[in-house]
C-alpha cells in the first residue's frame, strides 16, 4: 500500500479538528471529554479511519501487518500525542506556546520518516496509506469483497 502523503494527512486532520471544535462548543465537562474522546478514538472509527481520513480515502493500518486496520487500542495509543497537546493549550500563554512546538515535533517526525510515521504512530506501530480506489471509485477491498459475497461458490 502506498504511504500517504502530509497533504492528505495535514487536510483529514484538519476535518478532524473542525469536530473537535465543535465538540468542544458542546455544554461544560461534556464538550471537554466529548471532544478528548474522539481524539483518542477517532482512527479506530471506520476500520482505521477517522471522519476526515474516510472522507479522503487515508486508513491507519498496523505497521507489521498490512492487511490489518487499527483498533481503538491502537487509536489511542498513537493519539495521546494529540490528547497531551490538546490539554497543553487549554493552559494560557505556556500552552500556547508548547502546543505548536508538540504539534511541530509531530510533523517533523512525520516528515523525516520513511513510512511518514509520527510520534504517536512510532509508539503504537502504525502508520497511515492511502486507500487504492477501482475507475468507479469505490475502495478496492470493499468491492473485492462485494464480488466474493455475491458470486456462488464453485461447484466443481
Known amino acids: 500500500m502506498q504511504k500517504a502523503d502530509l497533504t492528505s494527512r495535514t487536510v483529514a486532520g484538519f476535518i478532524d479538528f473542525l469536530i ?28 482505521g479511519q477517522s471522519v476526515g481520513k474516510k472522507l479522503l480515502g487515508l486508513q491507519v493500518i498496523l505497521a507489521d501487518d498490512n492487511n490489518r486496520s487499527v483498533s481503538f487500542r491502537e487509536s489511542i495509543i498513537r493519539n495521546v500525542t494529540f490528547i497531551l497537546t490538546y490539554i497543553l493549550f487549554l493552559i494560557p500563554y505556556l500552552g500556547w506556546i508548547l502546543g505548536p512546538i508538540a504539534l511541530a515535533a509531530e510533523g517533523l517526525t512525520a516528515v523525516g520518516d520513511g513510512r511518514g510515521m509520527r510520534i504517536g504512530d512510532l509508539l503504537a506501530k502504525t502508520y497511515t496509506v492511502h486507500i487504492p480506489r477501482n475507475t468507479s471509485g469505490e475502495r478496492a477491498a470493499d468491492h473485492a469483497h462485494d464480488q466474493a459475497v455475491d458470486e456462488p461458490p464453485d461447484d466443481q
Open 20 to 47: 473537535v471544535v465543535g465538540l468542544t462548543k458542546l455544554p461544560d465537562v461534556f464538550g471537554f471529554l466529548s471532544a478528548s474522546g474522539y481524539i483518542l478514538l477517532r482512527d479506530g472509527l471506520f476500520e
